[in-house]
């Protein structure tokens, strides 16, 4: 089974609109956190989000926000009043476990979402 | 700005060749990770350091490739005996316990 599924290969948006980016995740770990990058056409992977399986709250981040509903198993990244700038490609990626001193924290990543800002 | 800094940007070589690319991660992450990502995909995990130590490889590594990180500093990703498969863009990131992982720009792999 995938451990993370984005199911929109493509999303269009007008420019000003709040966009909603699906990703449900599956693990038998307690313990594990959620996180959001975005990829540019330009390559680099830049860090927008991060959620704990334990935390109480919605992470948020500027425009940026994390809709957590753990019983569901998902964790929708929410970009209010989109911006040209937000073209690019989105990634949910999944840690298992605790943060460790010596474990390996490593990222398990969904296939994608290219999003699109229309003018 | 003090990122993590892969080269090369791009490689080109032909099959059967041997490659090696360099990352330097944020100065003060101990930890260092090597993802691969084909197109059309998320990235995926390969293996990773914690300070100079190689913790864990990922079945996705074949006996061609082998990566060191000798000081605990840059860490570099070899590639024997390229093949066609091998082509990717291979992605360095880097963090501190419990933190989010910094990626660089990655290394566009490209096997004529």
């Known amino acids: 089974a995938q451990k993370i599924t984005q199911t929109q290969p493509g999303m269009f948006v007008q420019e000003k609109e709040a966009v909603t980016l699906d990703c449900t995740y599956d693990t038998s770990d307690p313990s594990y956190g959620l996180f959001w990058y975005k990829q540019p056409s330009s390559g680099e992977m830049i860090f927008l989000i991060y959620q704990g399986s334990y935390d109480q709250q919605n992470a948020t981040e500027g425009r940026y926000s994390l809709n957590f509903q753990k019983a569901r198993k998902s964790a929708n990244l929410v970009i209010s009043a989109s911006q040209l700038g937000d073209s690019a490609m989105y990634f949910c990626a999944m840690r298992e476990g605790s943060e460790s001193n010596f474990g390996n924290e490593k990222l398990t990543f969904g296939t994608g979402t290219r999003l699109t800002i229309i003018p | 700005d003090t990122g993590v800094s892969q080269n090369p940007r791009h490689k080109i070589t032909k099959r059967g060749q041997n490659v090696t690319f360099r990352c330097d991660p944020i100065?003060?992450?101990?930890?260092l990770y090597w993802y691969r990502q084909t197109l059309g995909q998320g990235p995926e995990f390969l293996t990773y350091f914690q300070n100079e130590a190689q913790l864990e490889k990922s079945r996705l590594l074949s006996d061609r490739f082998s990566a060191e990180r000798p000081k605990g500093s840059f860490s570099t990703l070899e590639i024997q005996r390229t093949e066609q498969g091998d082509s990717a863009m291979y992605l360095c990131?880097?963090?501190?316990?419990?933190?989010?992982?910094?990626f660089g720009d990655g290394t566009r792999l490209s096997i004529l």
């Open positions: 990131a880097s963090s501190l316990r419990g933190q989010p992982q910094h």
């Open positions: 100065s003060e992450h101990n930890r």
